[in-house]
């Protein structure tokens, strides 16, 4: 992809104002053309979208079993995540669950803990667009890990060579495949 300042056209040939780096190609990703990322058995497994070091920005699709939960965390950055399929909510926000359709915004310094509720009949499949990173916690308060768009590009890469998996996403500018 080209990213010398070139002015772009309307489709009649008419020069638009150089307001941004010109697009030459889209950069699209199909989901079915990547393996899940985590075995069939995991409570959790994901589909990385787009990884973007720079920006701090990560978008994936996760799909959790029934019982699934990720550890307590922030956002160090705003979150926004769509729920596909499934239901799922907060430990901290109960009587709030998210259900397929939903859209939740979170911003930067979101506190909480995600569940997918025992009970559910089918996996929980979301759609989630991060900037930053999710600080992660153990129960007694200490600190867990970190999780972003430089650790999850780490994580991936070496999980698509580990297991053999395919993994096709955004990285920076370009669509990459790894693995496979």
């Known amino acids: 992809m080209s990213t010398s300042p070139t002015p772009a056209t309307t489709s009649k040939g008419m020069t638009l104002p150089l307001v941004a780096l010109p697009q030459t190609e889209l950069l699209p990703i199909n989901e079915h053309e990547s393996d899940w990322i985590g075995r069939p058995t995991d409570d959790n497994r994901i589909k990385v979208l787009r990884l973007d070091v720079e920006a701090g920005v990560w978008v994936i699709l996760a799909e959790l079993k029934p019982g699934a939960e990720v550890k307590l965390h922030y956002h160090t950055g705003e979150a ?3 729920t596909l399929q499934g239901r799922w909510n907060y430990k901290e926000y109960a009587n709030q ?38 600080v992660n916690f153990n129960e007694d308060a200490t600190f867990n890990s970190i999780l ?8 991936v890469e070496r999980a698509a060579q580990k297991y053999g998996t395919k993994v096709r996403y955004i990285r920076g500018g370009e669509a990459v495949e790894v693995g496979a």
Do not use: K, M, W
């Not at 359709?101 to 559910?120: D, K, M, R």
């Open 80 to 82: 926004e995540v769509f």
């Open 97 to 134: 669950p998210q259900t397929a359709g939903s859209y939740l915004y979170e911003p930067a310094g979101s506190v909480h803990t995600f569940v997918v509720p025992q009970e559910n009949t089918e996996d929980t499949i979301i759609f989630v667009r991060v900037r930053g990173a999710n």
């Open 148 to 155: 972003d768009a430089a650790s999850l590009t780490f994580v």
